[in-house]
């Protein structure tokens, strides 16, 4: 196994049950390991932010974000995934 490739998942919307399960699942058909997860739910807005390792993905990382954002759409939250690059560029001085 080579370098890891990170990328980060944000889940934002009422909470409902089944939303881990569901991008879960997607993550796990698409070859993607969970690093890290955390979720809150406050006043019912349900919160998930997962760091999750995309090195030898099933697929593009194109159709992985495609797939989530159609889940988003399909349960009415708002689902995306960024590359850690992104992330760390912003944070460098």
């Known amino acids: ?3 890891i490739s990170k990328a ?3 889940v934002l919307g009422f ?4 939303i881990i399960a ?8 698409r070859g993607i390991n969970i690093l890290d997860i955390s979720q809150t ?18 697929g593009s990382f194109s159709q992985l974000s495609d797939e989530l ?8 939250l ?4 960024q ?5 760390e560029a912003m944070h460098q001085v």
């Open 1 to 3: 196994m080579g370098s």
């Open 8 to 10: 980060v998942v944000t």
């Open 15 to 18: 909470d409902r049950k089944g």
């Open 22 to 29: 569901r991008v879960s699942t997607i993550l796990y058909e």
């Open 41 to 58: 739910v406050l006043d019912g807005y349900f919160n998930m932010v997962m760091m999750v390792d995309i090195s030898e993905p099933v």
């Open 69 to 76: 954002n159609a889940l988003g759409e399909e349960l009415g």
């Open 78 to 81: 708002q689902i995306r995934i």
């Open 83 to 87: 590359k850690s690059e992104i992330f």
